[in-house]
């Protein structure tokens, strides 16, 4: 079936010499892969490579058989042309780390509009705005309320945070725990939005704590998630 609908790149991986295997999450069909056969051989073709740049937000005509197996594209268009994403070194570095953690934890093969409206939004903000040192923090607390594991935010009170329950407690139990003032830092960013972002302030070791526990988090309660590889990348930035 031909179908046009928006997709953001989740991933692309060279396939061979002249080609290229693209994961994208489209607002049609949740996750697709694609393969684009040729792509790389030819710097007059209509597709070329530079469109399938992490976390580009595109329009495609592609061809779904919706049969599990890699689907095509028979034209692509830039559907938001970014500013800064891919062009300042910092919010590259973000970039890299929030693609790679996308795509380790979107795995439905699905429409889901809310979850592709909240990329929307989160990624035209980003582009348009200096960028926070705690911006992929809140991004990732507020991707869980998509995802089905936002925290429970009742009882703010509590000594604790079970991250295996995700919700606060008053004892310790023997499930991986946040506390003291790990625990201060995590509560303000929940309930918050981008905007607020700059009255955050955090030290470099508590933003590198916290980061560590909401990856953590992720691990936790998504089924096969595999540690991000840009992680030591963006801690280095944000040093």
């Known amino acids: 079936m031909q179908i046009t609908t928006k997709a953001i790149v989740l991933s692309s991986l060279k396939y061979g010499d002249t080609s290229l295997i693209v994961r994208a999450f489209t607002q049609s069909d949740g996750v697709k892969s694609y393969l684009l ?59 890299l780390f929030l693609a790679e953690m996308l795509g380790n ?27 926070s040192p705690n911006f992929h923090i809140l991004f990732l607390l507020n991707l869980t309320k998509y995802l089905g594991f936002y925290p429970d935010t009742s009882y703010q ?3 604790f945070f079970d991250l295996l329950e995700g919700r606060f407690c008053n004892e310790p ?23 607020a972002l700059q ?15 909401v990856v953590q988090y992720f691990r936790l309660h998504v089924y096969g998630f595999r540690e991000p590889k840009s992680l030591a990348v963006l801690n280095a930035v944000f040093t």
């Open 37 to 95: 056969k040729g792509v790389l051989a030819s710097k007059k073709a209509k597709i070329r490579p530079a469109y399938f740049l992490p976390l580009m937000q595109l329009e495609i005509v592609a061809n779904h058989k919706n049969k599990g197996t890699l689907e095509s594209i028979r034209d692509v268009r830039v559907a938001f042309p970014y500013q800064t994403m891919h062009t300042d070194v910092v919010k590259n570095s973000v970039v």
């Open 157 to 159: 009170n509590s000594p």
């Open 173 to 195: 139990s023997l499930n991986p725990l946040i506390q003291n003032e790990n625990l201060e830092n995590f509560k303000k960013f929940l309930g918050t939005n981008f905007e």
């Open 199 to 213: 009255g955050i302030q955090l030290t470099k070791s508590n933003r590198r704590e916290l980061l560590k526990t």
């Open 105 to 131: 934890s979107i795995q439905e093969q699905e429409q889901d509009e809310g979850l592709f409206n909240y990329l929307e939004y989160a990624l035209h903000w980003m582009d348009a705005h200096k960028l």
